[in-house]
């Protein structure tokens, strides 16, 4: 079988698509399946001018605001994109791994299957963010879109049961979303013995607002006032990283905080850390604590989206609720204090993470619904396993 990956970002970048996806492609291509990945490169701006017409809303509506503009010329340019590369090629089944990707994608290949994984909702995203208002212009164009994409797209996929509500909410159909969480390959994790002196604690996100750094920020400082000692890592990049370091430093906490800034494979200095913590507001499925498990630290998170289906209070980690530094704090403490007990939550995270979230059981669920939806000959190729 023939199978077009179309990404939104580049596959080097770093992620749960995009560090999922090219390991799912070297699986299939051990059996003989092709597979190519496909996305727009940061280059390609402002080249597409195809008039963009949808079939279950008119987006002109919200024309005029600099989001939603931005949002279409950039579906303008992946189909120029496509139509410049691909659109000599014939492939057998197309997963979509965004939106803009699935819609640019029908149109190109309208008689091509087409299935589409929604990993994030982006309108959440800049909502926590502070770029728009729940309900504004930009909010219902971006929530209008899930019904265009129920609409010309053979079957929806997400990554969390939370988030398939979620998704379902602006769809007809509460049936249409088939829910499989992201898989990772083990191979890419190393779990080390090592014997911290000091609780090393570590976060891998994009630095915004919706992660929640504010609040750790926070709650490491309550742990300083409780004379807990600790080291924050703090590994990413973004708009808020001055703002951060500013507040790090108010809150006398700049010595015990290190900001790294980017880095592609954080998996390889995870191993070395003792607790991963992530508060964020929100979090379609949250797979930097499936990695950070796979390297056997002890989660620490809000009980939000696909966090909350991932740990399971008091077992594999620790649930606080949102916008609660003290709680926060108290959950740190309590690992901070037992390294007992944090061994013991970082074993079962991990058992949990290689049990469920194993690319070979993605891998599996996937080869089951690319032979449904590809041709019958597809049928007859072995089990894509192994490794």
Known sequence: MNILQALFFPPEQPGGVSSMVPYIRERFRKIGWEMELFSLPKRIRNKGSDEVVFSTFDWTAYAGNPIVDKYIQTFKDYIWWTKLRLSSQKF????????????????????????????SSYERELILNGKIVEGSPEHRFLTSLYGELELHTDLLMTVSNSFASYVSSYMRNTDRIQVIPNGYDEKRFKPIAHDNAVAQLVTVCRLVPAKGLDLLLKACAELRKRNRPFVLHIIGDGPIRKELETMAQQLGIYDDTIFYGYMLHPEELMPFFDVFVLPSRAEAFGSVFA?????????VGTNVGGISEQIDHGVNGLLVQPENPVALADALETVIADPHFRYEMARAAMNKAKKTYSLNRVIGELKRIYISYGPASAAESPEPGGN
């Open 92 to 119: 057998d089944l197309i997963h979509a791994h965004h939106p803009i990707a699935a819609l640019a994608m029908k149109r190109i290949f309208p008689d091509t299957p087409l299935l589409m994984t929604v990993h």
């Open 291 to 299: 990695e950070a498990a796979l390297c056997l630290l002890a989660l």
